[in-house]
C-alpha cells in the first residue's frame, strides 16, 4: 500500500509540470552486499549475499515557498516472507521467528514551507535527525559495508516519523526541532535496546504519546562539522494495547562530527541513552503475544556507545599520473557499545551485549557517485568464552 501511494505521488508531481521538469528533482543511492562470518558464537553462521537497499527520493519545487519531497526506499531485494533462527537473545536457546524478508519503506513524505533561512517548516513523515547516521546515511559517507554497528545497534537507522519541524540556519549553526510520534516499548529488546520500537508492524502508527527532538551543527570549515542531538518521548501509550500503566520515556543524547578535507577523512560519534522503569517495561513485554514478533527480552536501563573512523586517500600520492576523479581510501574503525550497559530490578545484565570491534578495509572510488568497498571486522564481546565475532565483507554502492 505504502509503495501504491508512492506511485501513485510521482504520477501526479509527474503531470503537475509536464512543461517544467525542472521543478523535478530525483536522486537516491542503492548498495549491494556480501559477508562471510566467523564467529564463535555462532559456528554455523552462513555468508549471504544481501541486496540491501534501493532508494529514490523526488522532490519537487512548487514555487519559491513550497517543496514536495519523498523518499521510498527497498530493501533486502523486496518483500516476501522468511524464517529465522535467533539463539542469541533467549540466552542460548533457539528461537524461531516469521519477519518480512525484505519491505518498502516510505522513509520520508513531507511539505517544506521555506520562508527564511533562519526559520523555515517540514510537515509530514520526516527523518529524524539523531546521530550522525541520521543525515549521512549514503555508502559514500561510511568506510563499511553496513552502516556503523555502534550506532545501528542503538537507534533506528534511518529512524523516520511523523511529525512537524522548524529549521533554520544562523551564521555557521544549522538547527532542527521537531514533535514526532514517540516509539513503542513493545518492540525494545537486549541486542538492539530500543531499536524495534520503531512502528513499522503495523499500517499506522500509535499516537498517543509524542516525542521532542533538538539537534544542532556548527560547521567549522568546509568538510567539517561538529554537532550534538537530542530525544526524549514516552514510549508506553504507544503500545499495541493499553497494557502498561507506568511511563516509559526514552532521553539519548549524542555528540557527532566529522573531518574531511584532502585526503582525510575522520568521523565519530559517542551516544548515550537511558529508558525509564526498564524493569517494569521487561516484565510486561515477557507476556507478548507470539504473534507480536517482537523479542520479548529484558531491556537495559542505560545504553551507550560510539566509534572513531579514520580513513586517507592514497591514491592522492599518485595523482599527477592517475584519474583525478579516482580514490582509494584506507580506513580503520573502533567501536565501542554496550546496550544493557546498567539494568534495573532482577535483571540479568547479559554480558553478550557489551561489544567492541576493530574494523580495518578499503574503499575505491573510481567516480566520486561510485564505491567498491571492503572490510575486515574483529568483533569481542564481553564474555569470557566463545567471544569472538569476525566478519569479512565486500560491497557495492552507488549514489545519483
Given at each position: 500500500m505504502r509503495g501504491f501511494c508512492f506511485g501513485v505521488f510521482l504520477f501526479l508531481i509527474a503531470q503537475a509540470a509536464p512543461a517544467d521538469s525542472g521543478r523535478l528533482q530525483i536522486s537516491g543511492y542503492g548498495v549491494i552486499n556480501y559477508a562471510n562470518f566467523f564467529w564463535e558464537t555462532d559456528p554455523e553462521?552462513?555468508?549471504h549475499i544481501d541486496v540491501e537497499r534501493l532508494v529514490v527520493a523526488p522532490k519537487y519545487q512548487v514555487n519559491d515557498t513550497i517543496r514536495l519531497e519523498a523518499e521510498l526506499e527497498f530493501e533486502h531485494g523486496g518483500t516476501g516472507i522468511t524464517m529465522e533462527f535467533d539463539k542469541f537473545e533467549e540466552f542460548g536457546e533457539f528461537e524461531m521467528e516469521v519477519e518480512k524478508g525484505g519491505e518498502v519503506i516510505v522513509e520520508k513524505l513531507a511539505a517544506v514551507f521555506e520562508f527564511r533561512p533562519t526559520f523555515n517548516l517540514r510537515i509530514g513523515h520526516i527523518i529524524v535527525p539523531v546521530g550522525l547516521t541520521a543525515k549521512r546515511h549514503r555508502p559514500q559517507h561510511y568506510f563499511?559495508?553496513?552502516r556503523p554497528e555502534s550506532e545501528s545497534n542503538l537507534i533506528p537507522t534511518i529512524w523516520h516519523e511523523n511529525g512537524i519541524e522548524i529549521f533554520g540556519k544562523f551564521g555557521g549553526f544549522n538547527y532542527q526541532a521537531q514533535v514526532v510520534n514517540g516509539l513503542d516499548s513493545t518492540g525494545f529488546s537486549s541486542r538492539q535496546w530500543i531499536v524495534g520500537g520503531?512502528?513499522?508492524?503495523?499500517?499506522?502508527?500509535n499516537a498517543e504519546d509524542f516525542a521532542?527532538?533538538?539537534r544542532v551543527d556548527y560547521t567549522v570549515t568546509d568538510g567539517a562539522v561538529l554537532g550534538f542531538s537530542g530525544y526524549y518521548g514516552d514510549s508506553a501509550d504507544n503500545r499495541p494495547k493499553p497494557d502498561f500503566q507506568p511511563d516509559a520515556h526514552v532521553s539519548i543524547v549524542d555528540l557527532h562530527g566529522f573531518y574531511e578535507v584532502g585526503a582525510l577523512k575522520i568521523r565519530g560519534l559517542f551516544l548515550y541513552g537511558a529508558l525509564e522503569n526498564s524493569e517494569l517495561v521487561s516484565k510486561a513485554n515477557r507476556n507478548l503475544s507470539n504473534n507480536l514478533n517482537v523479542k520479548r527480552t529484558p531491556v537495559g536501563s542505560r545504553a551507550h556507545g560510539g566509534y572513531v573512523e579514520v580513513g586517507y586517500n592514497v591514491l592522492t600520492f599518485f595523482k599527477s599520473s592517475l584519474n583525478t576523479q579516482a580514490a582509494l581510501d584506507l580506513f580503520v574503525r573502533y567501536d565501542n557499545y554496550d546496550t544493557m550497559a546498567e539494568v534495573k530490578g532482577d535483571i540479568f545484565d547479559n554480558?553478550?551485549?557489551e561489544?567492541?570491534?576493530?574494523?580495518?578495509?578499503?574503499?575505491y572510488h573510481p567516480h566520486p557517485q561510485i564505491v567498491f568497498k571492503g572490510h575486515y571486522s574483529a568483533r569481542r564481546l564481553g564474555t569470557v568464552v566463545e567471544n569472538q565475532e569476525n566478519t569479512a565483507a565486500f560491497g557495492f554502492g552507488f549514489q545519483y
Open positions: 553462521r552462513r555468508a563499511t559495508t553496513t520503531h512502528q513499522l508492524r503495523f499500517e499506522a502508527a521532542l527532538v533538538g554480558p553478550r551485549w561489544r567492541k570491534a576493530w574494523t580495518f578495509g578499503a574503499n
